[in-house]
């Protein structure tokens, strides 16, 4: 089945941790979102992806930074310069296109806890 | 001012009610207009789309669009227990694929 996935479904970081979390598709879709959701906030932009080896900045991109070496995989790293990392995580994609409107499909998200 | 307002509630209703949830923006340029559904700790799925201004229908969800108001509704008639989630809207103006998103409302509709 195509689709998004993300892992792990819940990430425990200490402070001072850099954090990983993977999400991966085989939509071949072109585009890739990184979101942030806290309660109350809606869904915040943190970095997108509209080629391989290319990416930009969203709204709230400091703390965090992103790779794009393959078109499936988007990887998100929460760096400790994230002084308030404990949030639920969305990878999105979508399939490209220039004038028309293209639905953003999400993965299952993973949720960061900070201790 | 925002550019995507919305109530973030949460809003209680019996089963079987009408259900309106709205938003409004601010960016005349705003041409796609998305109502997601998610629940409780899961992604976001697509419930309707609209372009530009109008109603859509999709069974007992109606999606509608004012752009002179800039104003966008979604109403669910005959509300199910199944439909307790989040609601969020959400914009852009198509030729970026750069969603930005209200807060979203959390429903609950009881038994």
């Known amino acids: 089945d195509g689709g998004i996935t993300q892992s792990p479904k819940y990430l425990f970081r200490k402070e001072g941790q850099n954090v990983t979390l993977s999400c991966e598709q085989n939509?071949?879709?072109?585009?890739m979102y990184w979101y942030r959701q806290d309660p109350g906030q809606g869904l915040r932009l943190i970095y997108y992806?509209?080629?391989?080896?290319?990416?930009q900045k969203g709204d709230i991109a400091e703390g965090y930074s992103v790779s794009r070496e393959k078109k499936e995989s988007f990887p998100l790293t929460v760096t400790s310069a994230q002084k308030n990392p404990t949030a639920f995580y969305l990878c999105?994609?979508?399939?490209?296109?220039?004038?028309?409107?293209?639905?953003?499909?999400f993965g299952p998200g993973t949720r960061l806890t900070v201790l | 001012q925002k550019e995507v307002e919305q109530d973030p509630g949460p809003l209680s209703v019996p089963e079987g009610a009408i259900v309106s949830l709205n938003c409004t923006y601010s960016?005349?340029?705003?041409?796609?207009f998305m109502w997601y559904r998610q629940y409780s700790r899961k992604g976001p799925e697509l419930l309707m789309y609209?372009?530009?201004?109008g109603n859509k229908e999709d069974g007992r969800f109606t999606a509608q669009v004012d752009k002179s108001s800039k104003y966008i509704s979604l109403f669910i008639r005959d509300s199910q227990p199944s439909d307790s989630a989040t609601y969020l809207c959400?914009?852009?103006?198509?030729?970026?694929?750069?969603?930005?998103f209200g807060k979203g409302m959390k429903l609950t509709v009881n038994p």
């Open positions: 992806s509209q080629i391989v080896n290319d990416f």
């Open positions: 959400a914009h852009t103006q198509g030729g970026s694929e750069k969603l930005v």
């Open positions: 939509l071949n879709h072109d585009a």
């Open positions: 960016n005349s340029a705003f041409q796609y």
């Open positions: 999105a994609s979508v399939d490209g296109g220039v004038s028309s409107y293209n639905e953003q499909f």
């Open positions: 609209t372009y530009s201004s």
